[in-house]
Every structure is written in structure tokens, then in C-alpha cells.
């Protein structure tokens, strides 16, 4: 098997990306990291994490169809993997599966990341409170709702990897949950922008496999325990290129399925946020409400988008103590 090559995208190109994807309501952030060939990383881990798991056996039909899918993607991710992150304090045997942003063209989790290299900055937050960490690197690009610049549409793919991935992943980590030290009903999901839509595309798909199940971890439940998405993006009817714009941006995207099993759910966004809106938050907060499942909505002034784990200077400095009080405050670790 070849070696794994990590590709460090030009940050110019990647600032021209965003810039585009912020005009059309995208959510792709800067810093973004990928891969330029066909096998699963396997660098040593330097930046704290323990080990990098591979979702899908070498071969897999959900492996090999993804492969064509991307094929004529010049930067494509391939082989998804997660990255452990074991506690650096006593472990609350709780574990939450981060996925990075990056507009589902990328995975920004670069050197600039407000995530940190391989989101050693979130899964360092984590770690520290006894939380272990799994940073999920999910295939990229256009894997999930994205904007096609050149037709200026949103764009749904024909096959839903980063859904897959993520599914395929929540069930791993559970199916091996007593190897990492986790209780399996204490594992939840994490993600920032384009991630936040997969945290809460994850955990409100939970009732069927968006893959024909392949082995034992499949049999594991993949519904998460608790949800916290980060400025999520793609979550009103805008993105099924509705219009006019003014009433799609009041409904909640018909991809997303609603129901009272939705597992408690925390959102986090900004008032300024001019990727993606806080709107799209109240929207789903809304719906949430509706079915009857417990859900927070924290809006801060200030914070803009993909602040991360990095402090700036604004309010949402303090959103991740915020996320920790209400984790303790669903028993949660």
C-alpha cells in the first residue's frame, strides 16, 4: 500500500475559496487540510493523539465507491480515518466525536486552524476535562450539501460519504468502546460549521444507515447521546435552492428528519456571523422545540465565524466554559 501524503493547501488558494463561498452563504473556512492520495494516513502522532483508526475495511463496497465518486477530484480524501485523543486527567469515561469544517470541500484542520493541527486545540479543551477526543476526518470534497461556485447553486451529492462517515464512526467508537475507555452511552457529537451540519445531520438520521450495513460495528447504534453543533451551515431551505429567499430561510432544510428521539442538543453560533447566519440555529432550535427534545440555543454578540477554540477577544471566548456547564448539566461527564 502506498504511503500516505498529506497536501497542506496554499493558504491563498484556500482564502479565494472562502471568499467565495462567504458571498453565496457557504461555510468553507481557511486553514483546510487534505489528501493527495489514495491510503490512509499513518504518520506518526505528534500532535497528541494516540492512534488513527480507519472507518471502513480495506475493500469495502461504502470504500471503493467513494473512491470513484472522487476520482476526478484533484485534492480528494479518500480513506476517512479518526484520530484518538485520550483524556490527560482522569477519564469521565465520556468521548465526543469533533468533525472540522471546511464547506464539505475540504477539512479545516490545517496549521492555522482555530481547531488546531489535526484539532489538537479542541481535542486538547477536551482531553484536559476528561473527555476523550475523536477527531473525525471525513471524506472530502463535496460530500455533503455544498456550493457550486461556477453554477452558483447549492448541490446535493449523489452518494452522502460525510453522512456515512459519520455514522460509521459513532458506531466504531461505541463498538469499541471499552478498549478507549467509554461508557457506549456517554458519546456524543461535535462539529463546527460545515461540521455542525454533519453533528446535527448525525443525530437526527440515527433510525437508518445511509450505507448497507458491512460487518458487526454496523449493528452498534450510531445514534449519538448528546449533539453540540458549532455555527452549523445548511440548515434551512436556502440550501435546497428554494426561493424567495426570505421564506427558505425560515424552514428547516427537508434533509434534516426531526423527531422526539433527537438526542439533547446544545447549539452554539454568533449574532455577527456573516457565513453562516444565526438564523440557521433558531430555525432548527425551533423545530427541536416543536418535537418536544431538550435544546439550548447560546447567541453571542460578538464572534463572528470559525472562531474555534481560539481566543480573540469577543464573546464567544467563553462558549466553551459554557459548553462544559451544560454537559454537566445533562450529567454529561
Same mark, same amino acid.
Given at each position: 500500500?502506498?504511503?500516505?501524503?498529506?497536501?497542506?493547501?496554499?493558504?491563498?488558494?484556500?482564502?479565494?475559496? =472562502?471568499?467565495?463561498?462567504?458571498? =453565496?452563504?457557504?461555510?468553507?473556512?481557511?486553514?483546510?487540510?487534505?489528501?493527495?492520495?489514495?491510503?490512509?494516513?499513518?504518520?506518526?502522532?505528534?500532535?497528541?493523539?494516540?492512534?488513527?483508526?480507519?472507518?471502513?475495511?480495506?475493500?469495502?463496497?461504502?470504500?471503493?465507491?467513494?473512491?470513484?465518486?472522487?476520482?476526478?477530484?484533484?485534492?480528494?480524501?479518500?480513506?476517512?480515518?479518526?484520530?484518538?485523543?485520550?483524556?490527560?486527567?482522569?477519564?469521565?469515561?465520556?468521548?465526543?466525536?469533533?468533525?472540522?469544517?471546511?464547506?464539505?470541500?475540504?477539512?479545516?484542520?490545517?496549521?492555522?486552524?482555530?481547531?488546531?493541527?489535526?484539532?489538537?486545540?479542541?481535542?486538547?479543551?477536551?482531553?484536559?476535562?476528561?473527555?476523550?477526543?475523536?477527531?473525525?476526518?471525513?471524506?472530502?470534497?463535496?460530500?455533503?450539501?455544498?456550493?457550486?461556485?461556477?453554477?452558483?447553486?447549492?448541490?446535493?451529492?449523489?452518494?452522502?460519504?460525510?453522512?456515512?462517515?459519520?455514522?460509521?464512526?459513532?458506531?466504531?467508537?461505541?463498538?469499541?468502546?471499552?478498549?478507549?475507555?467509554?461508557?457506549?452511552?456517554?458519546?456524543?457529537?461535535?462539529?463546527?460549521?460545515?461540521?455542525?451540519?454533519?453533528?446535527?445531520?448525525?443525530?437526527?438520521?440515527?433510525?437508518?444507515?445511509?450505507?448497507?450495513?458491512?460487518?458487526?460495528?454496523?449493528?452498534?447504534?450510531?445514534?449519538?447521546?448528546?449533539?453540540?453543533?458549532?455555527?452549523?451551515?445548511?440548515?434551512?431551505?436556502?440550501?435546497?435552492?428554494?426561493?424567495?429567499? =426570505?421564506?427558505?430561510?425560515?424552514?428547516?432544510?427537508?434533509?434534516?428528519?426531526?423527531? =422526539?428521539?433527537?438526542?439533547?442538543?446544545?447549539?452554539?453560533?454568533?449574532?455577527?456571523?456573516?457565513?453562516?447566519?444565526?438564523?440557521?440555529?433558531?430555525?432548527?432550535?425551533?423545530?427541536?422545540?416543536?418535537?418536544?427534545?431538550?435544546?439550548?440555543?447560546?447567541?453571542?454578540?460578538?464572534?463572528?465565524?470559525?472562531?474555534?477554540?481560539?481566543?480573540?477577544?469577543?464573546?464567544?471566548?467563553?462558549?466553551?466554559?459554557?459548553?462544559?456547564?451544560?454537559?454537566?448539566?445533562?450529567?454529561?461527564?
Amino acid at each position: 500500500m502506498p504511503p500516505s501524503i498529506i497536501l497542506l493547501l496554499n493558504v491563498a488558494l484556500v482564502l479565494a475559496s =472562502s471568499s467565495a463561498a462567504l458571498a =453565496s452563504g457557504g461555510d468553507q473556512e481557511p486553514a483546510a487540510i487534505s489528501q493527495s492520495t489514495n491510503a490512509p494516513a499513518g504518520s506518526p502522532p505528534t500532535v497528541g493523539y494516540s492512534q488513527e483508526v480507519p472507518l471502513w475495511p480495506e475493500g469495502s463496497k461504502v470504500l471503493l465507491d467513494g473512491m470513484r465518486a472522487l476520482a476526478h477530484e484533484k485534492w480528494a480524501w479518500t480513506h476517512p480515518t479518526y484520530l484518538l485523543y485520550p483524556p490527560k486527567v482522569s477519564s469521565s469515561r465520556t468521548a465526543i466525536l469533533v468533525f472540522p469544517g471546511g464547506g464539505y470541500k475540504a477539512l479545516a484542520i490545517g496549521p492555522d486552524s482555530t481547531l488546531g493541527l489535526y484539532g489538537a486545540d479542541v481535542c486538547k479543551w477536551l482531553t484536559d476535562a476528561g473527555i476523550t477526543c475523536v477527531l473525525v476526518k471525513y471524506r472530502v470534497p463535496n460530500t455533503g450539501c455544498n456550493w457550486n461556485s461556477e453554477t452558483r447553486r447549492h448541490e446535493q451529492p449523489d452518494i452522502p460519504m460525510a453522512l456515512q462517515d459519520a455514522q460509521r464512526a459513532i458506531s466504531l467508537v461505541r463498538h469499541n468502546a471499552d478498549a478507549y475507555d467509554v461508557d457506549p452511552g456517554r458519546i456524543g457529537v461535535m462539529g463546527f460549521s460545515a461540521g455542525g451540519n454533519l453533528a446535527v445531520l448525525s443525530s437526527t438520521a440515527f433510525n437508518h444507515r445511509s450505507y448497507e450495513p458491512i460487518d458487526e460495528v454496523d449493528q452498534v447504534s450510531s445514534r449519538p447521546d448528546f449533539a453540540i453543533p458549532v455555527y452549523p451551515g445548511h440548515l434551512t431551505m436556502e440550501h435546497k435552492n428554494q426561493t424567495p429567499k =426570505s421564506i427558505a430561510a425560515q424552514e428547516l432544510n427537508t434533509e434534516i428528519e426531526i423527531s =422526539s428521539d433527537v438526542p439533547p442538543t446544545l447549539l452554539i453560533h454568533a449574532k455577527d456571523d456573516a457565513v453562516d447566519p444565526a438564523y440557521y440555529s433558531r430555525v432548527y432550535e425551533r423545530e427541536l422545540k416543536k418535537a418536544g427534545v431538550s435544546v439550548e440555543l447560546i447567541l453571542y454578540e460578538t464572534g463572528g465565524h470559525a472562531f474555534g477554540v481560539r481566543k480573540q477577544g469577543k464573546d464567544t471566548d467563553r462558549w466553551t466554559d459554557d459548553a462544559l456547564q451544560w454537559l454537566h448539566g445533562i450529567h454529561v461527564p
